[in-house]
């Protein structure tokens, strides 16, 4: 079952305000930088070094960091900031939160600030919760992804390889382009080839339902930047809907390692290498274990980012 957040109708309307990306940031530490060590016992109490360099870069520094060059992108002020909402797959511990350590670190006021945990799709289900907050009057949210390649639990029999990298965004009322549309959607699947169909069949119902809420085909979407944890699923979803390979971002060497951090990272370089201009039209995938999947249908506005 996938969700359409009930704002998309109201926002063609003109009745709501939509939610835009004000500012991007991206951070991915040099690899001479040392990861900080894993906390225990007494350690997990303290607040105030958990994200100090001299500690070694950890998922909140990272998401800190990440988050300072959006709010620098945008040109905004810490009181403009409402709400920080991070994803990641790899805390360093679970409780303070890692939104929380981020708003400490950031000097930001006392506002609402949690994490969202859904595997590789946490991004774009935490992107969706930002959006209907500023589109319910909320002058700015933070949206973080961020990974360590230390996790505080590694499932028996599941290696994954983390990367280092934080990607973050901050939404704001649109005043050009917009975040269109967004759908979330979940399922419980036991093995993985029933994860898998379910996967497929929920993904693609959602690109549906983004697109309709957005008022526009397929065709005129300019870029699909896909869920770089699910090569094959993205080339059989592109197959059945006989998507050019120029519109599509599939480039798991790449990106597949930053898991929640992702989809920011890739819409940031998509960007900032031009497949991405101001006025287009982008859609975003995001999938991951559960099965949990998220889809956002946004237009590109005069934001300009760096290589």
Request: aromatic fraction near 4%; include cysteine; hydrophobic fraction near 50%.
């Amino acid at each position: 079952m996938s969700s359409v957040l009930p704002a998309s109708a109201g926002a063609r309307a003109g009745t709501v305000t939509l939610s835009a990306i004000a500012g991007i940031g991206v951070y991915v530490p040099p690899a001479a930088v040392a990861s900080a060590p894993q906390l225990t016992g007494t350690a997990v109490l303290g607040v105030s070094d958990r994200v100090q360099g001299r500690q070694g870069e950890s998922t909140p520094s990272l998401a800190a960091e990440a988050a300072r060059r959006a709010m620098r992108s945008a040109g905004a002020r810490s009181d403009e900031i409402d709400l920080v909402v991070v994803s990641t797959t790899s805390p360093d511990v679970l409780w303070p939160s890692t939104a929380c350590l981020v708003q400490t670190e950031l000097g930001l006021p006392m506002v609402g600030s949690f994490d969202l945990y859904a595997a590789e799709a946490g991004v774009l289900m935490a992107l969706g919760v930002a959006d209907q907050y500023v589109r319910s009057g909320s002058r700015g949210a933070l949206v973080i992804g961020a990974e360590t390649d230390k996790q505080l639990v590694e499932p028996a029999g599941q290696p994954r390889a983390h990367g280092r990298a934080a990607s973050a965004v901050l939404l704001r009322p649109a005043g050009d382009g917009g975040l269109l549309s967004c759908v979330l959607g979940g399922a419980g699947a036991s093995d993985g080839a029933s994860r898998d169909r379910a996967l497929l069949h929920g993904l693609s119902a959602a690109v549906d339902q983004a697109l309709l809420a957005a008022g526009v085909p397929l065709a005129a979407i300019d870029l699909v930047i896909a869920e770089q944890t699910a090569p094959e699923v993205m080339r059989v979803w592109a197959r059945s809907r006989q998507l050019p390979p120029d519109r599509l971002l599939l480039d798991p060497e790449r990106y597949q390692g930053a898991f929640a951090a992702a989809p920011f990272v890739a819409l940031h370089d998509a960007v900032a290498e031009g497949r991405l201009r101001p006025g287009r039209l982008a859609l975003l995938l995001s999938c991951g274990q559960g099965p949990a999947w998220g889809v956002a249908c946004l237009r590109w506005g005069n934001l300009a980012v760096a290589a």
